[in-house]
């Protein structure tokens, strides 16, 4: 059983940057189907970055060109880059992990494991 832990939100202002880590430990994951998601107030939880073991990757239309999402299989860590942060990006953003060799794809369907989530506030 793989544990997920996501690391790097906070309170940032419009335009800003950060950089989110999901350490996994307890097995690899350099071949699983890697995702954020993210959950807003009152929102349901939506998919936002997917990455495969191919490091293909797949994004949320609304999110494509400011996220990026990458991995480090040596350090078995999932990152997410965003850039130009806007107030509407505000949520509670998770990792999750999905099945071995599965292609890039958004959606809950696709996973099945996640980390307890960490919160990112950004001010208008």
């Known amino acids: 059983q793989v544990q997920l832990v996501e690391s790097g939100g906070g309170l940032v202002q419009t335009g800003d940057s950060l950089r989110l880590s999901c350490a996994a430990t307890g097995r690899s994951i350099d071949t699983n189907l890697m995702g954020w998601f993210r959950q807003a107030p009152g929102k349901e939880r939506e998919s936002v970055a997917a990455?495969?073991?191919?490091?293909?990757?797949s994004y949320l239309d609304s999110v494509t060109g400011r996220f990026t999402i990458s991995r480090d299989n040596f350090k078995n860590t999932l990152y997410l880059q965003i850039n130009s942060l806007k107030p509407e990006d505000t949520a509670v953003y998770y990792c999750a992990v999905g099945a071995i060799g599965t292609p890039a794809a958004l959606g809950l369907n696709f996973f099945d494991s996640w980390g307890q989530g960490t919160q990112v506030t950004v001010s208008s």
């Open positions: 990455i495969d073991w191919r490091d293909t990757t």
